[in-house]
């Protein structure tokens, strides 16, 4: 099993633990360092999830393409889609 995504991901929490513990207690962090940390914590969260990968591209491809609103419309291409980028991301 290829875990490099779960250990990217565990190493981009804690980059951000620190922003995100301040920010409990009501402290913004003055690190620029540390706002980006957090902030690219935050996105990889937000686009981690299917259902967030599909809102993305549905509103990235919206009107550039009768074949980018056909292939998201289709559950099943989508999907194939989907599983192709994931490989081929996986595999870099």
């Known amino acids: 099993m290829d875990t490099r ?3 990217h991901l565990a190493k981009m929490e804690g980059l951000a633990a620190p922003a ?3 920010l409990l207690r009501y ?3 003055k690190d620029s360092q540390a706002r980006a940390d957090f902030a690219t914590f935050l996105a ?3 686009v981690r999830t299917p259902a967030m ?3 993305r591209l549905r509103y990235t491809v919206r009107g550039s393409s009768p074949y980018s609103m056909r292939t998201l419309s289709n559950r099943r291409i989508f999907r ?3 599983e192709t980028f994931e490989k081929e991301w996986a595999s870099r």
């Open 5 to 7: 995504i779960e250990e």
């Open 27 to 29: 402290n913004v962090p």
């Open 80 to 82: 194939k889609h989907d």
């Open 44 to 46: 990889l969260m937000h």
């Open 53 to 55: 990968r599909a809102w």
């Open 20 to 22: 995100y513990e301040a």
